[in-house]
Protein backbone atom coordinates (compact mmCIF):
# COMPACT_ATOMS: atom_id res chain seq x y z
CA UNK A 1 0.00 0.00 0.00
CA UNK A 2 1.31 3.57 -0.63
CA UNK A 3 1.51 6.18 1.91
CA UNK A 4 3.28 9.70 2.54
CA UNK A 5 5.14 11.15 5.23
CA UNK A 6 5.82 14.96 5.29
CA UNK A 7 8.48 15.47 7.78
CA UNK A 8 7.72 19.12 10.10
CA UNK A 9 4.05 19.75 10.79
CA UNK A 10 5.08 23.03 10.43
CA UNK A 11 7.69 25.01 9.29
CA UNK A 12 8.68 29.24 9.76
CA UNK A 13 10.69 30.87 7.57
CA UNK A 14 12.06 34.62 7.19
CA UNK A 15 10.96 36.46 4.01
CA UNK A 16 13.06 36.22 1.50
CA UNK A 17 15.21 32.74 2.57
CA UNK A 18 14.64 29.20 1.38
CA UNK A 19 11.23 27.17 1.59
CA UNK A 20 12.00 23.41 1.88
CA UNK A 21 9.33 21.79 2.33
CA UNK A 22 9.88 17.57 3.04
CA UNK A 23 7.65 14.55 0.96
CA UNK A 24 8.83 10.70 1.40
CA UNK A 25 6.43 8.21 -0.46
CA UNK A 26 6.51 4.31 -0.16
CA UNK A 27 4.79 2.53 -3.25
CA UNK A 28 5.85 -0.80 -4.61
CA UNK A 29 5.99 1.31 -7.82
CA UNK A 30 7.03 4.98 -9.07
CA UNK A 31 3.61 6.59 -8.31
CA UNK A 32 2.48 10.07 -9.61
CA UNK A 33 3.14 12.94 -7.45
CA UNK A 34 1.85 15.66 -6.26
CA UNK A 35 1.59 19.20 -4.43
CA UNK A 36 -1.29 20.86 -3.28
CA UNK A 37 -1.41 24.12 -1.25
CA UNK A 38 -4.46 25.12 0.93
CA UNK A 39 -5.12 28.55 2.08
CA UNK A 40 -7.53 29.20 5.17
CA UNK A 41 -11.15 28.32 4.44
CA UNK A 42 -10.46 26.97 0.75
CA UNK A 43 -9.73 23.89 -1.35
CA UNK A 44 -7.03 22.89 -2.41
CA UNK A 45 -4.85 24.07 -5.01
CA UNK A 46 -2.55 22.34 -7.54
CA UNK A 47 1.01 23.42 -6.97
CA UNK A 48 2.92 20.95 -9.25
CA UNK A 49 2.85 17.44 -10.04
CA UNK A 50 5.08 14.73 -11.70
CA UNK A 51 4.08 12.01 -13.78
CA UNK A 52 6.90 10.97 -15.88
CA UNK A 53 9.91 12.73 -17.58
CA UNK A 54 12.55 15.01 -16.12
CA UNK A 55 12.30 14.83 -12.50
CA UNK A 56 12.50 18.64 -11.85
CA UNK A 57 9.28 20.09 -11.76
CA UNK A 58 8.02 23.31 -12.01
CA UNK A 59 4.84 24.64 -10.81
CA UNK A 60 2.92 28.48 -10.15
CA UNK A 61 3.86 30.82 -7.67
CA UNK A 62 8.01 30.28 -8.27
CA UNK A 63 8.05 26.33 -6.17
CA UNK A 64 9.60 23.74 -7.95
CA UNK A 65 9.95 19.51 -7.04
CA UNK A 66 12.92 17.05 -7.41
CA UNK A 67 11.63 13.79 -7.87
CA UNK A 68 14.30 11.49 -6.75
CA UNK A 69 13.46 7.87 -7.19
CA UNK A 70 16.29 6.66 -4.62
CA UNK A 71 15.69 8.63 -1.98
CA UNK A 72 11.43 7.83 -2.28
CA UNK A 73 11.25 11.74 -2.30
CA UNK A 74 9.37 14.47 -3.49
CA UNK A 75 10.77 17.55 -1.64
CA UNK A 76 9.51 20.91 -2.71
CA UNK A 77 11.47 24.30 -2.44
CA UNK A 78 11.17 27.96 -3.34
CA UNK A 79 14.10 29.72 -3.22
CA UNK A 80 13.06 33.08 -1.49
CA UNK A 81 10.07 32.97 0.59
CA UNK A 82 7.37 35.47 0.18
CA UNK A 83 4.65 36.82 3.04
CA UNK A 84 1.63 35.39 0.80
CA UNK A 85 3.50 31.94 1.05
CA UNK A 86 1.97 31.02 4.38
CA UNK A 87 -0.66 28.22 4.15
CA UNK A 88 -0.71 24.56 4.51
CA UNK A 89 0.86 22.40 1.87
CA UNK A 90 0.27 18.70 1.07
CA UNK A 91 2.07 16.50 -0.96
CA UNK A 92 -0.24 13.09 -2.15
CA UNK A 93 0.29 10.37 -4.38
CA UNK A 94 -1.54 8.66 -6.98
CA UNK A 95 -0.69 4.93 -8.06
CA UNK A 96 -0.51 4.33 -12.05
CA UNK A 97 -2.50 1.10 -11.62
CA UNK A 98 -5.14 0.40 -9.26
CA UNK A 99 -7.20 2.37 -7.10
CA UNK A 100 -7.46 5.80 -8.69
CA UNK A 101 -7.50 8.74 -6.21
CA UNK A 102 -5.12 10.87 -4.10
CA UNK A 103 -3.85 9.90 -1.13
CA UNK A 104 -2.44 12.72 0.97
CA UNK A 105 0.27 13.12 3.73
CA UNK A 106 -0.97 14.90 6.66
CA UNK A 107 0.25 18.47 5.57
CA UNK A 108 3.00 21.18 6.50
CA UNK A 109 1.98 24.42 8.04
CA UNK A 110 4.19 27.36 6.53
CA UNK A 111 4.90 30.37 8.61
CA UNK A 112 6.66 33.16 7.06
CA UNK A 113 8.17 35.37 8.70
CA UNK A 114 8.37 39.78 8.04
CA UNK B 1 -14.15 27.95 -16.45
CA UNK B 2 -16.34 28.73 -13.18
CA UNK B 3 -14.54 26.12 -10.95
CA UNK B 4 -16.06 23.52 -8.68
CA UNK B 5 -18.61 25.12 -6.79
CA UNK B 6 -19.98 23.78 -3.58
CA UNK B 7 -23.05 24.13 -1.63
CA UNK B 8 -23.40 25.12 1.33
CA UNK B 9 -20.11 26.58 2.64
CA UNK B 10 -21.23 25.96 6.74
CA UNK B 11 -23.68 24.20 7.59
CA UNK B 12 -24.37 23.17 11.76
CA UNK B 13 -26.64 20.57 12.54
CA UNK B 14 -28.08 18.39 15.39
CA UNK B 15 -26.89 14.64 15.35
CA UNK B 16 -29.25 12.38 14.20
CA UNK B 17 -30.23 14.64 11.38
CA UNK B 18 -29.85 14.29 7.95
CA UNK B 19 -28.01 16.41 5.52
CA UNK B 20 -27.13 16.75 1.86
CA UNK B 21 -24.36 18.82 0.04
CA UNK B 22 -24.17 19.46 -3.56
CA UNK B 23 -21.28 19.61 -5.73
CA UNK B 24 -21.17 21.11 -9.34
CA UNK B 25 -17.75 20.53 -11.38
CA UNK B 26 -16.08 21.78 -13.79
CA UNK B 27 -18.42 21.29 -17.05
CA UNK B 28 -15.90 19.43 -18.81
CA UNK B 29 -14.37 16.99 -16.35
CA UNK B 30 -16.33 13.89 -16.01
CA UNK B 31 -14.50 12.88 -12.99
CA UNK B 32 -15.98 13.96 -9.16
CA UNK B 33 -14.33 12.73 -6.24
CA UNK B 34 -15.21 13.53 -2.50
CA UNK B 35 -12.96 13.82 -0.08
CA UNK B 36 -13.21 14.80 4.25
CA UNK B 37 -10.39 16.14 5.88
CA UNK B 38 -10.44 17.17 9.51
CA UNK B 39 -8.55 19.38 11.84
CA UNK B 40 -4.58 18.93 11.37
CA UNK B 41 -5.15 16.08 8.63
CA UNK B 42 -4.86 15.41 4.31
CA UNK B 43 -7.37 15.05 2.67
CA UNK B 44 -9.02 11.42 3.20
CA UNK B 45 -10.90 9.95 -0.29
CA UNK B 46 -14.22 9.09 0.03
CA UNK B 47 -15.92 7.94 -3.13
CA UNK B 48 -15.12 8.90 -6.94
CA UNK B 49 -17.58 9.05 -10.24
CA UNK B 50 -16.89 8.68 -13.73
CA UNK B 51 -20.12 10.77 -15.08
CA UNK B 52 -22.63 8.83 -13.31
CA UNK B 53 -20.89 5.50 -12.64
CA UNK B 54 -19.77 5.76 -8.84
CA UNK B 55 -16.60 3.44 -9.42
CA UNK B 56 -14.64 3.31 -6.22
CA UNK B 57 -15.93 3.73 -2.06
CA UNK B 58 -13.58 3.99 0.83
CA UNK B 59 -14.19 2.11 4.08
CA UNK B 60 -14.83 5.60 5.30
CA UNK B 61 -17.60 5.39 3.69
CA UNK B 62 -20.23 3.77 5.98
CA UNK B 63 -23.18 3.19 5.47
CA UNK B 64 -24.89 6.48 7.07
CA UNK B 65 -22.98 8.12 4.00
CA UNK B 66 -24.18 8.12 0.21
CA UNK B 67 -23.54 9.68 -2.96
CA UNK B 68 -25.01 10.14 -6.26
CA UNK B 69 -24.20 12.13 -9.30
CA UNK B 70 -27.50 11.04 -11.16
CA UNK B 71 -27.51 12.58 -14.55
CA UNK B 72 -23.00 12.73 -14.87
CA UNK B 73 -22.85 16.81 -13.78
CA UNK B 74 -23.35 17.44 -10.69
CA UNK B 75 -23.09 15.45 -7.09
CA UNK B 76 -24.77 15.14 -3.69
CA UNK B 77 -23.38 13.64 -0.37
CA UNK B 78 -25.66 12.58 2.01
CA UNK B 79 -25.46 11.84 5.80
CA UNK B 80 -28.38 10.12 7.40
CA UNK B 81 -28.35 10.41 11.43
CA UNK B 82 -25.39 12.53 11.80
CA UNK B 83 -22.69 12.22 14.73
CA UNK B 84 -20.48 14.29 16.41
CA UNK B 85 -17.32 12.32 14.49
CA UNK B 86 -18.70 13.21 11.17
CA UNK B 87 -17.85 17.13 12.07
CA UNK B 88 -15.18 18.27 9.13
CA UNK B 89 -15.10 19.56 6.01
CA UNK B 90 -15.96 17.76 2.73
CA UNK B 91 -14.49 18.55 -0.36
CA UNK B 92 -15.78 17.75 -3.77
CA UNK B 93 -13.07 17.84 -6.93
CA UNK B 94 -13.47 17.05 -10.54
CA UNK B 95 -10.80 15.92 -13.07
CA UNK B 96 -10.65 15.18 -16.73
CA UNK B 97 -10.81 11.49 -17.82
CA UNK B 98 -6.68 10.87 -17.42
CA UNK B 99 -5.31 8.66 -15.16
CA UNK B 100 -2.60 11.81 -13.82
CA UNK B 101 -5.33 14.76 -14.40
CA UNK B 102 -5.06 17.16 -11.64
CA UNK B 103 -7.74 17.43 -9.10
CA UNK B 104 -9.39 20.54 -9.06
CA UNK B 105 -11.36 21.26 -5.72
CA UNK B 106 -13.86 22.91 -4.42
CA UNK B 107 -13.68 25.42 -1.51
CA UNK B 108 -15.27 22.65 0.54
CA UNK B 109 -18.79 22.52 2.96
CA UNK B 110 -17.43 22.59 6.55
CA UNK B 111 -19.99 20.43 9.11
CA UNK B 112 -20.22 21.00 12.26
CA UNK B 113 -22.61 18.13 14.37
CA UNK B 114 -23.50 19.67 17.84
Known amino acids: AQSVTQLGSHVSVSEGALVLLRCNYS??????LFWYVQYPNQGLQLLLK??????LVKGINGFEAEFKKSETSFHLTKPSAHMSDAAEYFCAVLLQTGANNLFFGTGTRLTVIP | DTGVSQDPRHKITKRGQNVTFRCDPI?????LYWYRQTLGQGPEFLTYFQNEAQLEKSRLLSDRFSAERPKGSFSTLEIQRTEQGDSAMYLC????????????FGNGTRLTVT
Open chain 1, 27 to 32: SSVPPY
Open chain 2, 27 to 31: SEHNR
Open chain 1, 50 to 55: YTTGAT
Open chain 2, 93 to 104: ASSEALRNSPLH
